[in-house]
Structure formats: structure tokens, C-alpha cells
């Protein structure tokens, strides 16, 4: 007979429920939460499991590839879908979650999600990493601009590199300010170093793949973008065409139809965040800084006078996704005129 396992993961242990192919519990258990002890517990039970499921989280990734080595039929399931599937039961418990994860996996009924190979892990750790600290030193930034604002001590519009310079000409002649000001400063000053020494670390990786220089000749798609969409994507060939991709970055309306009525609505903002972000800086960057013309920039102008430029960077985020995938699949670099591009 063939049984089926839900895991319900927490930080310390994850609740586990098995079931036969009838949905009746067989075994429930709750085990520390680690690959070789769930491994452990699943594998002694004797029983012929067919599909072990358990939902995308923050150790997810962890346990998926320690019970896959081990040998396990173990599925990541997309969390919205598991989510929806749960929000029937009355009592929300580890317990409960685990059986109705393992009546997921008899039915048949979820949406696996990819988990991307270690290469593209540490990929994605580096570049999060970066945005940190780029953050924090922006936040830092906003602070010191916001107390000084209060002594009638405007900053103005000043970039990173001067910005320090431009706080102690302001403070020079208040010490009593310039005591924890410079405080601030030197903990700007050391998360602008650390935050350049990673973004050194994305332009050695970005130089040493051939990948994403070439979807850097895309204008606009910087080395942190390609990267990203590098790691995000993490095999291609994941996606049955190039087209799929904009609606898993969440670049494409959400449609609400019901009877008579239909309405298409705004973007499903599914997907990772980070990408999308970096997407639509590479399109702002097209329609407002490059300066040389190109067929897909002048597509994206012709949306912009149809429906206003919001609309128009949305769109062309999404293209930019589909025209990198389609790139990265064929080997090809960007083409600045329509002639030879492919239709996407």
C-alpha cells in the first residue's frame, strides 16, 4: 500500500503525519528539526512512502536537499497554495498542519516549488547581503540628515562619496553636535566599506561568467541584475518557454473574472521581491538614462504614451525577464534593432 508524509517545520521540531492512500493516519510523530533525524524517522517506519511534503520556509531548502540525498521522494509546496488548503480546518495546530500537508500529497493536490541548487544559494545570500548593508547605510544617511534638519543644518542632495565631507562642514562649528555625529559617521563609513567590499565580490563572480555578461549587454542590466536573475532563475530550462517567466517574478495582472464580469487587475507581486526591484530599476534606467535608441526602448515608449510611464516600466520589467531567459537559453546577446531579434 502506498502512504504519504506531511511535515509541519518549526525551528526546533518538525510534527510529522503519515497516511495511506485511503487518507487514514498510519503515524504521527514530532522530531528535532534536522535532515538526518527526519530522514531517520521516515525511513524506519517500514512503510512505501510515495511523496514526503513539506512547505517552502526558511529552512526548506535545508531539509529538502539533506532528505533528498538520503534518498527521499521529499516535494517543496508553493506556501499560498498550502495556505488556502489549510485555512479549512477549524484548529490550526503543528499537528493538524502535518495531516493536512500529508492529505495534500495523496490527493495529488499542490504546487511544487524549485529549490535551487547550493551554487545559486550562495548566490542569493551574497547578494542579500549587499542590499543589507547598502540599506542600513542609507538608513544611517536619512537619520543624520533628519537630526540635522532640526538645527536648521540642511544636507542638500549630495552623493555617498561626499556625503561625509559635506556633514562635518555643516557641524564644524557646533562641537557639541559634531560629538555623536561623528559616531554616526563612523558607523556609515564602516558599512560603506564592508557593503563595497561584497559589491567587489559580485563583479569578480559577474566577470568570471559568461552568462551574465552577456545579459549584461542588455541596456540597463547591470552586474547585480544579471547576477540576480542568474541565481533566482537557477536552471533555465525549468521554465517551458520564455514567456513563463514574467509570471513567476509576479510581472503579469492578476485576472478576476466571475460571471459577467471580468477585471484585470494590478501585477500578482509574486514571486521574489528582490528581482523584481532590480527589474524595474533596469527598466527605469532604460527609458530614463540610456541614451542610445533601441527597438525595445522604443517599444516601451509607445506603452508609455498609451498608458503613462508606471505602466510602461512594469511592462518593460517583464519583457527584460523574458528577452534575458530567452538570451540565456540561446547563447546570443542583445540586439539593439529589431532586425535578427527574436519575438517575444
Known sequence: MKHYAGLDVSVKETAICIVDENGRICREAKVVSHPE???????????????IGL??????????EGMARAGLPVICVETRHTKAFLKAQINKSDRNDARGIAQMMRVNLYRQVHVKTLASQKRRALLRARKLLQEKAIAIENDIRGLLRNFGLKVGIVGAAKFEARIKELIKDMPDLEEFIDVLLAARRKLRDSFSRLHGKILELVGNDAACKRLMTIPGVGPVTALA???????????????????ALGL??????????ERVGRVSLCGDGMMRGLLYEAAQSMLTRVKKWSWLKAWAMTVARRGGLKKA????????????HRMWID???FRWSREGAAEI
Open 331 to 333: 547563447g546570443s546577446e
Open 252 to 261: 503579469t495582472p492578476v485576472l478576476k473574472q466571475s460571471g459577467e464580469s
Open 229 to 247: 536573475f542568474i541565481s533566482t532563475i537557477d536552471i533555465p530550462a525549468r521554465f517551458r518557454s520564455s514567456r513563463s517567466v514574467g509570471p
Open 55 to 64: 512547505e517552502a520556509g526558511p529552512l526548506s531548502q535545508w531539509l529538502f
Open 313 to 324: 516600466v512594469v511592462a518593460l520589467a517583464r519583457r527584460i525577464a523574458v528577452i534575458m
Open 37 to 51: 533525524d527526519l530522514s531517520k524517522a521516515l525511513t524506519e517506519t517500514g512503510f512505501r512512502i510515495e511523496r
